[in-house]
């Protein structure tokens, strides 16, 4: 076993702060560096890719104008052929038709 001297002792203590100071530096380089990296990196991002389904989603479930006019027409000339017919009567064709708008309105609110 050796003795160390004061001087000995200050100059290991010295030595160990200055090694644990670099590694510390090297950890923190290391962790910045590997987060630029995993940001830069091309690839899935769930936030930007939710966000385009969400806008692709809206888009695809939007009838266009001339679709929902041919509904219209549609449930319109159903309810004439149903009332003529004689299983509605004029009454609750209105009501009907009362129903869709009360919908449509709805919706473009």
């Not at 002792?9 to 010295?14: D, G, I, Q, V």
């Not at 679709?67 to 052929?81: I, M, P, V, W």
């Amino acid at each position: 076993m050796t003795i160390k001297s004061g001087n000995d002792k200050e100059m290991t203590a010295s030595w160990i702060r200055a090694k644990a100071g670099t590694i510390a530096i090297v950890v923190l380089l290391v962790g910045v560096v590997t987060a630029a990296a995993v940001t830069a990196t091309p690839g899935s991002r769930p936030e930007v890719e939710d966000n385009e389904r969400t806008e692709a989603t809206e888009q695809a479930s939007k009838p266009s104008k001339a679709d929902l006019a041919e509904r219209k027409a549609a449930f319109l000339e159903d309810l004439t052929a149903k009332v003529k017919a004689g299983e509605l009567t004029r009454a609750e064709a209105g009501e009907m038709i009362a129903g869709l708008k009360a919908r449509i309105a709805e919706h473009a609110k």
